[in-house]
């Protein structure tokens, strides 16, 4: 699948057109507002950026995890939220706009967080030999983050009306594009696709839980409200797992990095769906003695 033309054109972009998408999603508002909700924006964005990657960290030291499936995992990790984590909060009763701050604020950041924790994961595992983020892949992991969501800004800021006709549609091209790319990993590696499962199948599915578990324990812990909890664990819980899977095919050349991102992005579904609704069925049980009074 490396050598295809599909994955080193057509996924870089796909990769830009639902960049571009989540951009026609997101004004220069959204950024402001992080200075009206600042302590629920920090708890996030740390969650995200600095102690999930510890989390992956520790998963992949305690289920001994090969050296490139391990650097996918960290690569997992350092993906940002995205739409379907918009989407997921929207389900599930959560505070969507705090969901598109932190996306609008996390795609900007992750832009230079991802090469960062992915080139520490490439050093500590050693495999440096077998792939590498140097200066000209950093750039180019930037330009398919920033600049497709740059013009997607502009664009929504010039006509309101086609950012709201296309945002369905790009939807929907990143839930197939996910689908198809997810598949084409897993299948590249199919002689050794259950060893892989057997790996990161737990890593990954733990990986999930806590994430979704921390972002909404810590927004409560923090009495922040019951809206944004949600938001908070969907957002830090569901990974942009096109991103990880664009940069592990097409910049890192790697279907093996790509294995976590590709099993993250099934079960990701599953334990997201059956986390929403386990919050949700909380809270109405909790509002039902108040209601029926």
Known sequence: MNDSAFVAIGLPIALGIIMFGLGLSLTVADFRRVARNPKAIAFALTLQIVILPWVAFGLVKIFSVDSLLAVGVMLLAASP???????FSHLFRGDVAFNVTLTAINSVLA?????????????YFD???DLGLQTGKVVQVIALVLVPVGIGMLVRHRSTE????????VRVFSIIILVVVSLGALLGERENLADYLQQVGWVTGFFCLVSLSFGYGGARLL???ASQAVASAMEVGIHNTTVALTISLSVLDSNQ???????????MYVLATAF?????????RSHGPSAAA
Request: glycine share 10%.
């Open 81 to 87: 939220g995205g739409t379907t984590a918009n989407l």
């Open 276 to 284: 929403g609704f386990a919050i949700t069925r909380g809270r109405l």
């Open 257 to 267: 990095v790509a294995i976590p991102s590709a099993v993250y992005s099934v079960i």
């Open 111 to 123: 832009a230079f967080t991802i090469p960062l924790i992915t080139n520490l994961a490439i050093r």
């Open 162 to 169: 086609f950012a709201a006709q296309t945002d369905r549609p």
């Open 223 to 225: 009495r922040l409200s």
């Open 127 to 129: 495999t440096e030999g």
